[in-house]
């Protein structure tokens, strides 16, 4: 069973970046797909980004997409998702997972970790 730890969030104001970091143990990430997702308060959680196991497909939501870039730390066992130009609508606590397949779909994604909380000030 492949654990998820996610870390580097934290609170910046509108126009700033944050990396965040998904560090897998229990299995080896360049086996699976990893995406990040987010749920604001009061919403339901989307897609942000993901990444295959080869680094040539990645897919991004269309509000992130220019914005943050996904890329895999092999020797790591880590994947980081690298966040610029922030919004206030990007706050939400943002969850890392793996699949087996590329997709945008949670359902597929059979490992997820705790979250990280980030937040954007305006």
């Known amino acids: 069973q492949v654990q998820l730890e996610e870390s580097g969030g934290g609170v910046v104001q509108a126009g700033g970046s944050l990396t965040l970091s998904c560090a897998a143990s229990?299995?080896?990430?360049?086996?699976?797909?990893v995406g990040w997702f987010r749920r604001a308060p009061g919403k339901e959680r989307e897609f942000v980004a993901v990444?295959?196991?080869?680094?040539?497909?990645?897919r991004f939501a269309d509000s992130v997409k220019d914005r943050f870039t996904i890329s895999r730390v092999n020797a790591a066992n880590t994947v980081t998702l690298q966040m610029n130009s922030l919004k206030a609508e990007d706050t939400a606590v943002y969850f890392c997972?793996?699949?087996?397949?590329?997709?945008?779909?949670?359902?597929?994604?059979?490992?997820w970790g705790q979250g990280t909380q980030v937040t954007v000030s305006s």
């Open positions: 997972a793996v699949s087996t397949i590329v997709t945008e779909d949670p359902d597929w994604f059979a490992f």
């Open positions: 229990g299995g080896t990430v360049s086996n699976y797909a």
């Open positions: 990444i295959a196991w080869t680094d040539d497909i990645t």
